[in-house]
């Protein structure tokens, strides 16, 4: 009983410690930007926002879930897993709904620590090596970055841990909530629940196997009313629509496309098209083109500038003459694709990816202002920028190794989990941006944390 109130009161003084702290960067990074704006800022705000936010209150107001967009797109741009969070705190505190949602991120963090601990525990990982590990969860700002954001990066990371607590523990209805929180959430990371439903019809494990098809319906009662609306399957990523009003047309789904031969930087990429958008003449198109390597520019540079002509025109998206001009446009653009594809094959299935996942992989995540500006070139920031990149790296490169290790099969699964996630984003979705990884980071710690290396060396020899 004594040792029981010992781990459990060392357990509580981490996270409070830990919630404290993240609460300490974020309330100074918060007035910093205030102090620069000269603003009485809630939250950081972002170009997202509205698409998370909006719906929810337009659904109080008219009965719809949509944002404020044009086009159809904005009956679906975003998943309802986060809206339906604000739209629980403005109900309860209304015009205070972001302070709500701030609460509800710290609190979620808090418990996350409490989480992280109790998974340590239930694999009888030592006392001292949990409480060194969770600290190190709790001390680094990367695990609660996003946590006065209004995205879904500020409640994702706690959502994916619990879901996995409860899968390891057997909680079923907490793993319910949690999972189809999880999914309504973040879609992207369906990757975990799916490989957690595979392992539990291996194991035959009955209960488990109805709670997690359970959990998947409402994502798929979702994708149906997308599809529905749309009437087209309109896949993960549902924002772009030729009834859109809005930059998210197939003109601009076309040279996503074609710039994903080359681009990982998805900050660029929207850099450029935006920029082109707005350009007022060519010199301008010309100087973003430089930005586009140069084995690319000849055949893009006239694509930019048909795209500048299509997006100014006053009659967009509307005119039937207009519709057949981006038709045209997309044509082109999908045979300038084909083109430059056959003629970069090792840039398209090599390079690039290999670029995105360097990109993800040598971002250190402390995305504050008071760490990118204020701190930086400090001493004490830059070693802990080197740290944090180090210990990201390490996790992925743990999941790697838990992989020939004789470690329980669930760990093998959620490594693997981590390992696809991360082809994914890679591979397929490219252009990222670095937050993307957010979700994964109290999982990846984890991993560092269940590497026994004397065992490393023996079972991978062995497996050969």
Same mark, same amino acid.
Request: positive net charge; proline residues 4%.
């Given at each position: 009983?004594?040792?029981?109130?010992?781990?459990?009161?060392?357990?509580?003084?981490?996270?409070?410690?830990?919630?404290?702290?993240?609460?300490?960067? #974020?309330?100074?990074?918060?007035?910093?930007?205030?102090?620069?704006?000269?603003?009485?800022?809630?939250?950081?705000?972002?170009?997202?926002?509205?698409?998370?936010?909006?719906?929810?209150?337009?659904?109080?107001?008219?009965?719809?879930?949509?944002?404020?967009?044009?086009?159809?797109? @904005?009956?679906?741009? @975003?998943?309802?897993?986060?809206?339906?969070?604000?739209?629980?705190?403005?109900?309860?505190?209304?015009?205070?709904?972001?302070?709500?949602?701030?609460?509800?991120?710290?609190?979620?963090?808090?418990?996350?620590?409490?989480?992280?601990?109790?998974?340590?525990?239930?694999?009888?990982?030592?006392?001292?090596?949990?409480?060194?590990?969770?600290?190190?969860?709790?001390?680094?700002?990367?695990?609660?970055?996003?946590?006065?954001?209004?995205?879904?990066?500020?409640?994702?990371?706690?959502?994916?841990?619990?879901?996995?607590?409860?899968?390891?523990?057997?909680?079923?209805?907490?793993?319910?909530?949690?999972?189809?929180?999880?999914?309504?959430?973040?879609?992207?990371?369906?990757?975990?629940?799916?490989?957690?439903?595979?392992?539990?019809?291996?194991?035959?494990?009955?209960?488990?196997?109805?709670?997690?098809?359970?959990?998947?319906?409402?994502?798929?009662?979702?994708?149906?009313?997308?599809?529905?609306?749309?009437?087209?399957?309109?896949?993960?990523?549902?924002?772009?629509?030729?009834?859109?009003?809005?930059?998210?047309?197939?003109?601009?789904?076309?040279?996503?496309?074609?710039?994903?031969?080359?681009?990982?930087?998805?900050?660029?990429?929207?850099?450029?098209?935006?920029?082109?958008?707005?350009?007022?003449? #060519?010199?301008?198109?010309?100087?973003?083109?430089?930005?586009?390597?140069?084995?690319? #520019?000849?055949?893009?540079?006239?694509?930019?500038?048909?795209?500048?002509?299509?997006?100014?025109?006053?009659?967009?998206?509307?005119?039937?003459?207009?519709?057949?001009?981006?038709?045209?446009?997309?044509?082109?653009?999908?045979?300038?694709?084909?083109?430059?594809?056959?003629?970069?094959?090792?840039?398209?299935?090599?390079?690039?990816?290999?670029?995105?996942?360097?990109?993800?992989?040598?971002?250190?995540?402390?995305?504050?202002?008071?760490?990118?500006?204020?701190?930086?070139?400090?001493?004490?920031?830059?070693?802990?920028?080197?740290?944090?990149?180090?210990?990201?790296?390490?996790?992925?490169?743990?999941?790697?190794?838990?992989?020939?290790?004789?470690?329980?099969?669930?760990?093998?699964?959620?490594?693997?989990?981590?390992?696809?996630?991360?082809?994914?984003?890679?591979?397929?979705?490219?252009?990222?941006?670095?937050?993307?990884?957010?979700?994964?980071?109290?999982?990846?710690?984890?991993?560092?944390?269940?590497?026994?290396?004397?065992?490393?060396?023996?079972?991978?020899?062995?497996?050969?």
């Amino acid at each position: 009983m004594k040792s029981f109130l010992s781990h459990n009161y060392k357990m509580l003084l981490i996270a409070l410690i830990g919630a404290v702290l993240a609460f300490f960067w #974020q309330e100074i990074n918060l007035h910093t930007l205030n102090a620069i704006q000269s603003e009485n800022l809630q939250t950081i705000p972002t170009a997202d926002d509205a698409s998370y936010l909006a719906p929810p209150l337009n659904f109080l107001e008219n009965g719809e879930w949509a944002d404020n967009s044009e086009g159809i797109s @904005r009956y679906f741009q @975003r998943p309802p897993g986060y809206g339906f969070i604000y739209l629980i705190s403005y109900l309860t505190l209304g015009e205070n709904a972001v302070i709500g949602l701030k609460f509800i991120q710290w609190l979620s963090y808090l418990l996350s620590i409490i989480l992280f601990y109790k998974i340590l525990e239930h694999f009888q990982i030592s006392t001292k090596k949990t409480i060194v590990f969770t600290s190190i969860f709790a001390l680094l700002p990367i695990y609660s970055g996003f946590m006065y954001y209004t995205l879904t990066e500020g409640i994702s990371p706690f959502l994916l841990l619990v879901s996995m607590y409860a899968f390891f523990k057997k909680k079923s209805t907490l793993l319910l909530v949690c999972t189809i929180l999880l999914l309504l959430v973040r879609p992207q990371l369906i990757i975990f629940p799916l490989l957690c439903l595979i392992f539990s019809i291996i194991q035959k494990e009955k209960r488990q196997i109805t709670i997690l098809l359970i959990a998947f319906l409402p994502l798929i009662f979702w994708n149906l009313r997308t599809t529905f609306i749309a009437k087209e399957w309109m896949g993960i990523h549902p924002i772009y629509s030729d009834k859109n009003i809005s930059l998210f047309r197939p003109g601009h789904e076309a040279l996503t496309k074609l710039f994903k031969i080359w681009e990982y930087d998805g900050e660029r990429f929207h850099t450029i098209i935006g920029s082109t958008c707005s350009a007022q003449n #060519q010199d301008e198109i010309e100087l973003l083109n430089t930005h586009i390597p140069k084995q690319f #520019q000849t055949d893009v540079f006239p694509l930019l500038l048909q795209f500048n002509q299509l997006y100014q025109r006053e009659d967009y998206g509307k005119s039937e003459d207009f519709l057949q001009t981006e038709r045209e446009f997309v044509q082109t653009v999908n045979h300038t694709y084909s083109k430059l594809l056959r003629k970069n094959l090792t840039t398209n299935y090599i390079v690039t990816p290999f670029l995105s996942a360097k990109y993800l992989l040598t971002k250190s995540q402390l995305n504050l202002y008071i760490f990118q500006k204020t701190f930086r070139g400090s001493w004490w920031m830059e070693i802990l920028r080197i740290c944090c990149v180090a210990l990201i790296n390490l996790g992925f490169i743990a999941c790697l190794f838990i992989l020939f290790q004789p470690i329980k099969i669930e760990w093998k699964l959620i490594a693997l989990a981590c390992l696809i996630y991360l082809f994914y984003l890679s591979f397929f979705q490219r252009m990222n941006e670095e937050r993307y990884l957010v979700p994964l980071l109290p999982i990846l710690l984890l991993m560092v944390s269940m590497i026994r290396v004397k065992s490393v060396r023996f079972t991978f020899i062995k497996n050969l």
